[in-house]
């Protein structure tokens, strides 16, 4: 198991800082754990297991986040 930081989750997605949390507030993205008192890193397999869900929905065209992915 390996604990990844915000850049390698920016860097693994693709998303924007803004939208992991925004994301992680929303419920649809994996939550951080807590490294001490001002840091956070995610689970890597959480977060390549979010990116394989958005491959697949991609593919049988389901909709996230209010848009079509086809």
Same mark, same amino acid.
């Given at each position: 198991?390996?604990?990844?930081?915000?850049?390698?989750?920016?860097? #693994?997605? $693709?998303?924007?800082? /803004?939208? @992991?949390?925004?994301? !992680?507030?929303?419920?649809?993205?994996?939550?951080?754990?807590?490294?001490?008192?001002? #840091?956070? $890193?995610?689970?890597? /397999?959480? @977060?390549?297991?979010w !990116?394989?869900?958005?491959?697949?929905e991609?593919?049988?065209?389901?909709?996230?986040?209010?848009?079509?992915?086809?």
């Amino acid at each position: 198991m390996r604990i990844i930081r915000l850049k390698e989750v920016i860097d #693994s997605t $693709g998303l924007a800082r /803004s939208t @992991v949390y925004k994301y !992680v507030a929303e419920g649809s993205f994996p939550k951080p754990v807590s490294l001490g008192d001002r #840091s956070v $890193g995610w689970v890597e /397999s959480e @977060v390549h297991e979010w !990116v394989l869900a958005r491959i697949e929905e991609r593919d049988r065209g389901e909709v996230f986040s209010g848009k079509v992915i086809a």
